[in-house]
C-alpha cells in the first residue's frame, strides 16, 4: 500500500522531526502577525502566547538536529565525511546568510532570524564530532553563562557607541543574539546524535523537556515575583553611548529574574529547551513507524510545511512584504490574516510536495552545499569521495 506520506519521505526520513519544524514554523507565523499577550496556563483566553518565543527556539533546536543528521547522525562524521559535514554546513550557512539578508532588506515588521542562524551553523562546526552528553553538558554551562555575558557586554557596548556594529548585533546584541541561541542548537545537535526511532528514546525526551519546562518557568516566575515584591526594581537598562556604568549597574542581574520570552536569561533557555524537546519527542511519538494512515493523512499539511520550512518561511515573510506594513495594527489580532496566510501556505506546501517534492529552496541548499563540499573535499589528496549508501542519500537531502 502507498504511504500517505511517501512524497516527502525517504525510507529513512524521520517524519516527527517534519511535523515539528511545521508546528514551529506556523507558531512563527502568529508570532509574526497576531498581537499575543503573556501566555498563563491558567487562563485559556492567553495560551495562543506559547507561540512568542517557543516556535522560533523550538526552530533553532530542529537546525541542531539538522546539522547533526548532516554530519553522521548517531555515529559522528569522522575523516573525510566530516571534512564534507563542514564544508556542506558552512555553504548552507553562507546561503542562509544571503537569504536572510534579502529577506530582512523586504522592511517588514518582522526580526529575520536566518542571518543569526547563519552564525550559529558557524559557531557549530567546532562540535560535530562530539556525543550527545558533552553537547548537553556545554548547552548547560552556556545556559548559565552566556546570558551573563550578554547582558554584560551588550551594556559595555551600548556605552562604548558599538552595540549596532552588524557583527556585534549578530554575536551580542540582536534579537536573536548568537551566544545566547547557540544553546537551542547545541542541545539539537545533542538530540540529533540520539536513535530517534527508538521508542524508550522519544519518552526519556519527553520526559526530560515536561521537567525542564517545568522548572525553568517555575523558577522564572519565582525569580520575578520575588524581583516584584523586593526594592531591587526591574534592573539597569542599557546606558548612553559614552556614558559608562558603574561596576554595580555594570553587573547587575535583575533583568535575567525572569523567564518571559525572548529576554534570554537561563530561567528562560530552560523553559524554552524544555518546551521544545518535549514538543520534537511528540511528534516523533505521533508519527512513529506504523501509525494509523489516518493519521498521516491528517498530518500530511504539516509535515510537508515543515519538510520546506526555510521555503514557508521565507514566503511568508514575502507576503508581508506585499502586503506592507498596514497589517500591523495595534489592538487587531489579525486573526483573518494569520488563518488565511496560514492555510494558503500549508496548500501550496502540500501541492509542491505532491507533486515537486523537495521544497525549492531546501532543494537549492542540498544541492549547491553538495557540490562545494565535493569541490572542497577532491583538493585534498587522497579525499576522492566514496560511494553514498542509503543512509548517506538521505542525509544529502536534509
Do not use: K
Amino acid at each position: 500500500m502507498t504511504s500517505p506520506l511517501r512524497p516527502v519521505a525517504g525510507p529513512d526520513r524521520i517524519l516527527g522531526l517534519d511535523l515539528a519544524r511545521g508546528l514551529a514554523v506556523i507558531g512563527m507565523f502568529a508570532a509574526h502577525v497576531l498581537i499575543l499577550g503573556e501566555f498563563d496556563w491558567t487562563t485559556p483566553i492567553s495560551w495562543g502566547g506559547v507561540v512568542d518565543g517557543r516556535s522560533a527556539a523550538t526552530f533553532a533546536l530542529l537546525a541542531g538536529v539538522s546539522i547533526a543528521i548532516i554530519s553522521g547522525g548517531v555515529a559522528p562524521a569522522e575523516g573525510v565525511a566530516l571534512t564534507r559535514a563542514r564544508a556542506r554546513i558552512l555553504v548552507r550557512a553562507a546561503l542562509i546568510f544571503v537569504l536572510g539578508g534579502l529577506l530582512s532588506a523586504l522592511g517588514t515588521n518582522v526580526y529575520i532570524i536566518l542571518e543569526y542562524y547563519a552564525v550559529i551553523f558557524v559557531m557549530a562546526l567546532p562540535v560535530l564530532r562530539w556525543r550527545s552528553r558533552s553537547l548537553f553538558a556545554l548547552a548547560g554551562v552556556l545556559a548559565l553563562v552566556a546570558p551573563i555575558a550578554q547582558l554584560v557586554l551588550t551594556r559595555l557596548l551600548s556605552a562604548a557607541g558599538l552595540a549596532e556594529l552588524p557583527p556585534l548585533t549578530l554575536l551580542i546584541t540582536g534579537a536573536y543574539p548568537a551566544i545566547v541561541w547557540f544553546v537551542f542548537v547545541l542541545v539539537g545537535v545533542g538530540i540529533g546524535r540520539l536513535d530517534l526511532r527508538v521508542r524508550r528514546v522519544q519518552l526519556r525526551l519527553l520526559a526530560a523537556g515536561v521537567v525542564l519546562a517545568v522548572l525553568g518557568y517555575t523558577a522564572g516566575s519565582v525569580a520575578a515575583l520575588w524581583l516584584e515584591r523586593t526594592s531591587l526594581g526591574t534592573g539597569t537598562s542599557a546606558p548612553s553611548p559614552g556614558v559608562y556604568p558603574e561596576v554595580s549597574e555594570l553587573f547587575d542581574l535583575t533583568p535575567l529574574l525572569t523567564a518571559l520570552p525572548h529576554t534570554g536569561s537561563p530561567f528562560e533557555l530552560a523553559g524554552a529547551t524544555g518546551f521544545a524537546v518535549a514538543l520534537v519527542a511528540l511528534c516523533l511519538i505521533v508519527l512513529r513507524p506504523g501509525v494509523l494512515a489516518a493519521v498521516r493523512v491528517i498530518l500530511f499539511p504539516l509535515v510537508a510545511t515543515g519538510s520546506m520550512a526555510l521555503s514557508a518561511y521565507s514566503a511568508q515573510i514575502i507576503a508581508l512584504a506585499v502586503i506592507g506594513d498596514g497589517y500591523w495594527v495595534q489592538g487587531s489580532n489579525n486573526a483573518a490574516l494569520y488563518l488565511s496566510l496560514t492555510l494558503s501556505i500549508l496548500l501550496l506546501c502540500t501541492l509542491w510536495s505532491l507533486f515537486l517534492g523537495r521544497g525549492p529552496l531546501e532543494r537549492f541548499l542540498s544541492e549547491a552545499s553538495r557540490s562545494m563540499a565535493e569541490r572542497i573535499t577532491a583538493r585534498r589528496p587522497g579525499n576522492a569521495l566514496p560511494e553514498l549508501s542509503t543512509g548517506d542519500r538521505v542525509r544529502e537531502r536534509e
